[in-house]
């Protein structure tokens, strides 16, 4: 597809895992198309990716993470949102970056419920991960109802006072705090495909219900195990994302066939190699 055709309305692009790098692929999606980013780079902390995205030293790391983000954030619409997964090593840096090209929200702690068990004699163990949630403008898009946390029978129960009956976040729920605490993927948990990093549907699907109106466009440019693809669609959200590793790229297909092609709606363009 040339960029003439992307410009003139063409959504081909969309509910599709280019097996290939973001930096190249991004020019596919036209700019101002995207109701949200989730975004789950390499941590620059050594991982096996299956190639070397994930072996910068610091400062390479630092300009990769600026490069992709100034390709990325032009395919936002003005409402559109970020949400990134950092490490505590570089979230500092990056946020200050972001934060001159968007407005910061939240930071959010994902406590990943590690057991307590061993761990670092020099210094306190490290059990969570850092999401920085991005808005590009005032009037960004966020649904809180779509992921209010319901109360309990006792608790509502002990609001049971005249001034409470009716009450919208009575009967709604309370809004999710800035610490998310749900468990890590151990080797085990049904959710598990074969990648080093995978996060947990339920952390998407927050994200998607918050941040993407129905019928919305999800970009995830380090696509991984899929996470997000599978989250879009069980929203009933469209999603584009970009994954290196072929062998990755299969672990998507496999997980978006499993939901069935009538349920997530995605038909033989869903993997472009």
């Given at each position: ?45 050594g ?27 032009p ?9 990134i997964?950092?490490t ?8 200050v970056?972001l934060?001159?090209?968007?407005t ?6 994902w406590?990943?419920?590690v057991p307590?068990?061993?761990g ?6 490290s ?5 920085g ?6 009037g ?7 992921i ?5 029978a ?10 409470f ?8 729920g ?6 998310w605490?749900?468990?890590?993927l ?19 699907e ?7 109106p ?21 929203c009933?959200r ?8 072929t062998?990755?790229c ?10 069935g ?5 995605y038909?033989?363009t869903?993997l472009?190699?």
């Amino acid at each position: 597809m040339d960029q003439h055709s992307m410009q003139n309305g063409r959504t081909d692009w969309r509910n599709r895992i280019y097996c290939e790098d973001a930096l190249h692929g991004l020019a596919r999606i036209p700019d101002g198309a995207i109701d949200l980013i989730v975004a789950d780079p390499p941590y620059g902390l050594g991982k096996d990716y299956g190639n070397d995205s994930d072996k910068l030293d610091a400062d390479a790391y630092l300009r990769w993470m600026q490069h992709w983000v100034d390709a990325a954030l032009p395919k936002l619409k003005p409402s559109g949102s970020l949400y990134i997964f950092l490490t505590w090593r570089y979230a500092p840096e990056i946020f200050v970056m972001l934060k001159q090209r968007m407005t910061m929200m939240n930071e959010i702690i994902w406590d990943r419920r590690v057991p307590s068990m061993g761990g670092s004699t020099r210094s306190f163990s490290s059990v969570h991960d850092t999401i920085g949630f991005f808005v590009r403008q005032k009037g960004y898009y966020f649904d809180l109802d779509a992921i209010r946390i319901p109360y309990d029978a006792e608790t509502k129960k002990a609001r049971s006072r005249s001034i409470f009956v009716g009450s919208k976040w009575l009967e709604l729920g309370y809004n999710p705090k800035d610490v998310w605490s749900v468990s890590r993927l151990h080797r085990e948990h049904r959710e598990r495909a074969d990648h080093p990093t995978q996060k947990p549907l339920e952390i998407v699907e927050r994200m998607v219900k918050a941040s993407c109106p129905p019928g919305g466009v999800v970009l995830d440019p380090f696509m991984g195990s899929g996470t997000t693809a599978v989250a879009a669609r069980r929203c009933g959200r469209d999603y584009v994302g970009f994954e290196l590793n072929t062998e990755y790229c299969e672990i998507i297909e496999q997980r978006l066939a499993a939901l069935g092609g009538d349920a997530c709606g995605y038909g033989q363009t869903a993997l472009a190699l």
